[in-house]
């Protein structure tokens, strides 16, 4: 319950008390409360909005304590008025405004006072749950790092003051490329987490494609606003065959691809179709959504257009180079030119930093030794992929195919 609703949480409280860093020690309080009462007392019929309460009630306690009762009593009052109204009479829609606690928190910490490293950190902390040390593995930096930069972010949105509230259109605008790229980030640990038991965090993943569903209502004409969208909507479709009945992985190929949600991927096409419509080229979101798109309407992978897919993955190397892509490229080379000329190309990524601790080169790297005959070599590369890899699915299935050897 906490995972799923803690950044809403969160966003309620720093919309009622005005201060990012006390809201979350609220909400942390309350949780603590509640692993204290709810195994003896019971967990009540709605969970979050018993540790809303809570953390309220506690913010009128420090309130208190630091003499400012009267003033932030009444701020709360009005704040529990003024839901009380909408609640009774729907407001005018406005098309400037986020009505949505999440996304305007997720707004507010991707300030531009803010490095673009603390925005990410921040954002991925508080809205996406991840601990610090996933946020580490993620960026390939140490622990401490990352707690500095969350300590550094919090202590900077106080003293400057940023209020919690919708951005101005031309300051969103700003904003803009952090905030698709922290909702790209939360729905990739959603996607394949980074460590735990679970191969994947669907939850995360479908709060991201929520909040990519408001951003596009509200910014309506940026093109890659939309590609993000169409990705999210077009990867989200393969969710109910990726893992089997006991949580097990399942690979691309061996998906059942009937069980498919037809509808994340008619909204995705529609979405990627709209971000193409500008006529102003395509981002990287919107090239990677052109990728998924040709594995969304493929009936099986040997059908799958490799060549177009390579095609892509050359594209989004030219406008958004990375290790990673050059990686997903030799991918889709294996398929469409055979696993040789995949492997030339892998081997030649071996020194990059972003791949160095990951399981993600020797994973595909195992993969193409195998089907090129080279066995006591995949295994090998299996077996270094499962050392890399924090997630314990993965970690199986890495260690089963490097005890077959294929």
């Not at 603390?118 to 960026?139: N, S, Y």
């Not at 596009?216 to 089997?244: K, S």
């Amino acid at each position: 319950m906490w995972r799923i609703e803690s950044a809403r949480i969160v966003a309620t409280l720093t919309r009622c008390t005005g201060d990012f860093s006390l809201a979350e020690d609220l909400a942390q309080e309350a949780l603590a409360d509640a692993l204290a009462q709810w195994p003896s007392r019971g967990v009540p019929r709605n969970g979050a909005a018993w540790l809303t309460a809570v953390a309220k009630r506690k913010a009128i306690d420090h309130w208190r304590r630091r003499e400012r009762f009267d003033d932030r009593v009444a701020a709360l009052a009005l704040d529990l008025e003024r839901q009380q109204e909408e609640s009774a009479e729907a407001l005018p829609w406005d098309p400037d405004e986020i009505d949505d606690d999440v996304l305007r928190l997720v707004f507010t910490a991707c300030h531009p006072l803010l490095s673009e490293q603390a925005r990410v950190a921040l954002t991925l902390r508080v809205v996406a749950g991840l601990e610090t040390a996933e946020i580490a593995r993620a960026f390939l930096v140490p622990v401490a790092t990352v707690q500095q930069r969350i300590v550094r972010a919090k202590r900077a949105l106080a003293d400057a003051g940023v209020p919690f509230e919708t951005p101005p259109r031309a300051e969103r605008v700003r904003r803009l490329g952090a905030v698709l790229g922290v909702l790209y980030l939360i729905f990739t640990e959603g996607h394949a987490a980074t460590a735990g038991e679970d191969w994947m965090r669907p939850d995360l993943a479908r709060e991201a494609v929520r909040l990519a569903r408001i951003l596009a209502a509200l910014q309506p004409d940026e093109p890659e606003v939309h590609g993000l969208l169409a990705l999210l909507e077009l990867t989200a479709a393969r969710f109910p065959a990726r893992v089997d009945a006991h949580g097990e992985p399942v690979l691309l190929a061996d998906q059942d691809r009937r069980r498919w949600d037809r509808g994340a991927i008619r909204r995705g096409r529609a979405a990627l179709a709209r971000a193409e419509g500008f006529g102003r080229g395509l981002g990287p979101y919107a090239l990677q959504a052109a990728i998924a798109e040709c594995h969304a309407t493929a009936s099986d992978v040997d059908s799958t257009d490799w060549a177009r897919i390579e095609a892509l993955y050359a594209g989004l190397e030219r406008v958004a180079p990375s290790p990673v892509v050059s990686l997903n490229r030799a991918v889709a080379v294996s398929m469409s030119e055979g696993p040789a000329a995949a492997l030339a190309i892998v081997d030649s990524l071996t020194g990059e930093r972003a791949l160095a601790i990951g399981h993600l080169l020797p994973s595909v790297r195992g993969e193409l030794l195998s089907r090129l005959g080279r066995d006591d070599e995949a295994r090998e590369a299996f077996a270094l992929a499962a050392e890399r890899t924090e997630n314990a699915r993965e970690r199986a299935v890495l260690l089963a195919r490097a005890a077959a050897g294929r």
